[in-house]
């Protein structure tokens, strides 16, 4: 399922396309939100982790803008509750991502992610 923490971690890795492959850029997309556990110690050890502009991007693109722009140095738990359900609870059903330097358009389909790329792709 195409999660923002899973969405963090992706990239592009279509023949040539070696610059400006993160992040993919959501494309047409339909959301749930999924109530999930809260862990806070999980969200602490993650968060350095996290490519923090790329995470506020998404969620913007998504229609949530609870993040802030830049990263806080004191973590609180009013913050962890809002990367919570930034990085867990909203899940991408149906759309797309797309490489924001080739174009390459890597659909979504019942909440999974295509990532393979045709033998012609394959660098």
Known sequence: MVRL???NLLACHAKGCTTNNFPLQFQDV???LRETEFNADFLRGFLPRLEWAALVS???QLG???LPEEQPEMVDDEF???LHHVLLEIHVEEGAMVCPNCKHVYPISNGIPNMLLAEHEIG
């Open 30 to 32: 339909s959301i749930e």
């Open 80 to 82: 962890l509750q809002k």
């Open 5 to 7: 923490i899973t969405h």
């Open 58 to 60: 998404a969620a913007r």
């Open 64 to 66: 949530d803008t609870s």
